[in-house]
């Protein structure tokens, strides 16, 4: 593939960082986009490459559309924004973070890739970043799951719907990402210990496990309408 504009939604750090990356590494050029100007430019001095960033809030349906004016025509779109909101006991997580779950994760991808589409190359992609709550049957995650599943159905219903456009996801399993940063150290280190023990890999992924996965359903023009669960047979453990 000759060298594309990839634009990534959420690209300041974890995975959308790692993706930013590899695309770089092929040549290709890539805006990342974050909610602030202090972690895009702290992500902009870890990447080399043809590399821009914008401030844009994927929740904000008016600031997402000028953005995207304003950046014009592009090839691919990835969405990497997530909610860490909506985890818990069925019987006792909350509505509010049930609600919260679905406002910072589906509707911002939901909305994002709606607005794009004026601007997105008709033979370009669309990949969504879901997460492996979306498909195990893992206690605790009922609220969480819902968000991601409803990301995870947006994948063959668009693929259908929006052809030419590619459009795909991945589902990531347990990956050491800032997403965690709401446990202590000691807290992170133990829960990582024992999704390794679980896992059929014996560890836990990397961002750049899921990067990989990205950049082939980017590069590669033949797949479309696949959600890609790059758990480590996470999932077959739960």
Same mark, same amino acid.
Not at 86 to 100: C, I, K, L, T, Y
Not at 103 to 111: A, M
């Given at each position: 593939m000759s060298a594309q504009h990839i634009v990534i939604a959420g690209g300041s750090s974890g995975i959308g960082l *790692?993706?930013?990356?590899?695309?770089? @590494?092929? $040549?290709? !050029?890539?805006?990342?986009? $974050?909610?602030? *100007?202090? !972690?895009? =430019?702290? #992500?902009? &001095?870890?990447? @080399?490459? !043809?590399?821009?960033?914008? %401030?844009? =809030? *994927?929740? @904000? !349906? #008016?600031? %997402?559309k000028s953005v995207f004016a304003e950046l014009g025509a592009f090839d691919h779109l990835v969405l990497a924004a997530g909610s860490t909101?909506? #985890?818990?006991?069925?019987? /006792? %997580? /909350?509505? =509010? @973070?049930?609600? *919260? &779950?679905? /406002?910072?994760? %589906?509707?911002?991808?939901? $909305?994002?890739?709606?607005a794009a589409l004026p601007h997105l190359a008709k033979d370009g992609s669309l990949t969504f970043v879901a997460a492996v709550t979306a498909h195990a049957a893992m206690p605790g995650t009922a609220g969480i799951g819902a968000a991601n599943a409803a990301v995870a159905a947006l994948v063959p219903i668009l693929a259908a719907e929006l052809k030419p456009l590619r459009v795909n996801g991945v589902s990531p399993g347990v990956i050491d990402t800032p997403w965690w940063d709401f446990l202590t150290d000691e807290q992170r280190m133990q829960l990582f210990a024992d999704y390794a023990a679980k896992t059929p890999v014996k560890r836990i992924g990397t961002p750049d496990d899921i990067a990989q996965a990205i950049a082939f359903l980017i590069t590669n023009t033949f797949m479309t309408g696949e959600l890609i669960v790059c758990d480590g047979g996470l999932r077959l453990a739960a």
């Open positions: *790692a993706t930013a990356r590899r695309l770089l @590494d092929a $040549g290709h !050029r890539v805006t990342i986009t $974050g909610r602030t *100007a202090a !972690r895009l =430019d702290k #992500a902009l &001095s870890v990447l @080399d490459g !043809r590399v821009a960033s914008v %401030v844009m =809030d *994927a929740a @904000d !349906r #008016a600031n %997402v909101k909506g #985890a818990g006991s069925f019987a /006792s %997580v /909350s509505m =509010d @973070d049930v609600r *919260a &779950s679905f /406002s910072e994760k %589906v509707f911002p991808h939901f $909305g994002t890739a709606q």
